[in-house]
Structures are given as structure tokens and as C-alpha cells.
């Protein structure tokens, strides 16, 4: 079960309920199976539109909206400086799973080594072309129980041992986020109220 | 002068009227000094907010339409198959001109070459990460006259002879844009009187 809803929530075929940590009437965002930094979610449209041609105007634009303010929160609670926002809209630009989706990954300087050493703020899209960027395979694995370690991990050696996360934990992360979210919603209502708005 | 405004416009402290090819009340796209693929463009707020925490939601909103509506256009006339959307959201995660910005990138099988000659989808975050993916630096040289090839181009060898753009080709490319955006608009009219909306 998520901790805000009790319907079944899809991204693709792939059933997420339990990571879903935000909803809008048109959009809802997850967070990772294995995570590329700490912090990388997901926002979706719950239409599952495969291209963003196919979103409607209003859907669009709650999009974007939503990676807005999920994007402030992320900063916020996992100390970043910066972000990454990324869609692969279509096969031929790397998207896995054909429903729209926009990857939010928070930054921090230096958190992928300093450029001198081959490292530098670029170096997230060595992640997501990596194999752990797939997010497809990575649902796809889980689901069918096949998950395991056949390639090697790009770019992050630190990084090789790292396992897909259980439900359990990311049901957590998922909760945590969907309260950190709503502190900052009443800020901004607090802040329209304030401002006569 | 361009296409559609007598008004300057200004990326971050870059003017590139010329450029433009597409204006909302609240966004405008221009095409690139260098792009990385053909029809390579960026959409970014009229303000020159430079964060996606400084967009209003109606600014964040526009943006976000403005890229659906774009990427469609491009799409259709570049003859692609795909599209790469990415936001560089502060300098940590590799923003160059601190002025909010979308990357939009046309893509099409294999052209980046094929995934077992070491190319594929992905490899575009190769270019990104170049040197001609550093927007504000090819700006600023162009600005300085200080322009030419220091580096070499990533990835990509059959490009690395390119130059950056005239004014005159940048604005031809933009003018035609501005006449491809129409006819989508006109269509997208017509679609929705025949549905009486």
C-alpha cells in the first residue's frame, strides 16, 4: 500500500504503488529501485501517454509543474545544490518504458568526483546511459525474479556493490518524502495567505 | 531582427533575437550557435529566472507546454523519431548561463551510430557533456571574438570540422521554424473545431 492511496498505481505494466510518494489529479511520482544518486525519483503522468506528444495540454503542464516543486523538496531534504531533469522521449532517445516519464536526480558539487579527476556535473548522463539508468530492465528483473548483477556498474566504482532496494525501503523513503512534501505545500500556502493571494 | 518580435531578447546576458523562432507571453525558444544534432534548440522563460524554484507555476507550466509543442514541430521536420529534453538546473548539474533553459534534442535510429559500434540512444549525454554542449562558453566566444577550435569535439568524429553558425544561418533556420510552428498550430486548430471544443 502507498502511504496516499489505496488504488493500484501503474508506470507502464509495472505496479508501484508502494513507491509512489506524490500525487496530483494528473501526475505521480516514485522513487527508485536503485536510485542513480540519492534522491532520483520519477514523475509521471497517471495516463500512461507513451510520448509527450500525447500528454494533453493540462497533463503537460502539471508535469512540469509538479517536477518544479518535487524538485525544491528534493534539494531541500537531501541537501543538493543543483539538478538534473532529464526525459527520454521515444526509443531512439532511450526511454525503456514506454510512458512518459522525467527523471529527477538531485546534485551536489562534486558528488560524481571533481572534474580535474575525470569526474564533474556531466558525469550523471554516464549514469543514465548506464545500465542502472534502464529503468525498465531494472522493474522488469524484479518482477520476473531474474534481478541480479550481469553487467558492471559504469562510471561510480564505489557504487558496484550496490543491490536493488527491497519494497520496505522504499515504501519508507517514500512515506518520508510524502510528509517532507507537504511541509513545504503549507509553507507556500502560508507565504499566498501572507501575501494576500 | 527577428522573425517575430522588434524587441531584444536576451538569454541570461546574451542577446539572441535572431535566433528566436518561437515566442508564448511567457517563453521563448531559439535555435543554437552549435547544435549537437540538427535541430538542436532551447526553450527558456521570457524572464530570465535562473532556477526552476524561481519559475512561477504559470511560467513553469508554459515552459513545459511550450516543449511539447516544440519537440512535435521538430520532430515532423527534422524527419526524427525521438526527442531528449534536459534541464541543467543550477551549476552543479552542469548549468552554464544561469538562466533557466530546456535543452530539446531531434533524434533518429542509429544516428549516433549503432549500440555495438559503442554508439546508441544514450550517447548524446556524450555531447552534452562536450565542449559545443557548454551553450554559455560558445556564446561568450562568440560575443568576445574569441571563438574558434581550442578543443576537440567528443564522440562524434564526422562533426569535429564544424564551425559555429552565422547570424544569417541561424536566423534562415529560425524564420523556417517559425513558418513549421504555424502550420502544427493551424492543424491543432482545426483538430479541435472539428471537435466542436
Given at each position: 500500500?502507498?502511504?496516499?492511496?489505496?488504488?493500484p498505481i501503474y508506470f507502464g505494466s509495472f505496479l508501484v504503488t508502494?513507491q509512489?510518494?506524490?500525487?496530483?489529479?494528473?501526475?505521480f511520482?516514485l522513487?527508485?529501485l536503485?536510485?542513480?544518486?540519492?534522491?532520483?525519483?520519477l514523475?509521471s503522468p497517471l495516463r500512461a501517454a507513451p510520448r509527450?506528444?500525447d500528454?494533453?495540454?493540462?497533463?503537460?503542464?502539471?508535469?512540469?509543474?509538479?517536477?518544479?516543486?518535487?524538485?525544491?523538496?528534493?534539494?531541500?531534504?537531501?541537501?543538493?545544490?543543483?539538478?538534473?531533469?532529464?526525459?527520454q522521449?521515444g526509443a531512439?532517445?532511450?526511454q525503456s518504458v514506454p510512458h512518459v516519464h522525467?527523471?529527477?536526480?538531485?546534485?551536489?558539487?562534486?558528488?560524481?568526483?571533481?572534474?580535474?579527476?575525470?569526474?564533474?556535473?556531466?558525469?550523471?548522463?554516464?549514469?543514465?546511459?548506464?545500465?542502472?539508468?534502464d529503468v525498465g530492465r531494472l522493474l522488469r528483473?524484479r518482477d520476473?525474479?531474474?534481478?541480479?548483477?550481469?553487467?558492471?556498474?559504469?562510471?561510480?566504482?564505489?557504487?558496484?556493490?550496490?543491490?536493488?532496494?527491497?519494497?520496505?525501503?522504499?515504501?519508507?523513503?517514500?512515506?518520508?518524502?510524502?510528509?517532507?512534501?507537504?511541509?513545504?505545500?503549507?509553507?507556500?500556502?502560508?507565504?499566498?495567505?501572507?501575501?494576500?493571494?
Amino acid at each position: 500500500m502507498s502511504p496516499l492511496t489505496t488504488k493500484p498505481i501503474y508506470f507502464g505494466s509495472f505496479l508501484v504503488t508502494s513507491q509512489v510518494f506524490h500525487l496530483t489529479p494528473l501526475t505521480f511520482c516514485l522513487v527508485n529501485l536503485k536510485p542513480l544518486l540519492p534522491g532520483h525519483v520519477l514523475v509521471s503522468p497517471l495516463r500512461a501517454a507513451p510520448r509527450l506528444r500525447d500528454l494533453t495540454p493540462a497533463e503537460a503542464a502539471d508535469l512540469f509543474v509538479t517536477v518544479r516543486r518535487v524538485g525544491r523538496t528534493l534539494e531541500r531534504v537531501y541537501g543538493a545544490s543543483a539538478l538534473n531533469v532529464a526525459v527520454q522521449d521515444g526509443a531512439d532517445a532511450g526511454q525503456s518504458v514506454p510512458h512518459v516519464h522525467a527523471h529527477i536526480i538531485p546534485r551536489r558539487a562534486d558528488d560524481l568526483g571533481a572534474p580535474r579527476e575525470g569526474g564533474g556535473p556531466d558525469k550523471v548522463y554516464d549514469l543514465l546511459e548506464g545500465e542502472d539508468g534502464d529503468v525498465g530492465r531494472l522493474l522488469r528483473e524484479r518482477d520476473e525474479g531474474t534481478g541480479g548483477r550481469k553487467g558492471k556498474f559504469p562510471a561510480v566504482d564505489a557504487d558496484e556493490e550496490r543491490e536493488p532496494r527491497s519494497e520496505e525501503e522504499m515504501r519508507r523513503e517514500a512515506e518520508w518524502l510524502a510528509e517532507e512534501m507537504k511541509k513545504d505545500e503549507e509553507v507556500e500556502g502560508e507565504e499566498k495567505e501572507a501575501k494576500g493571494g
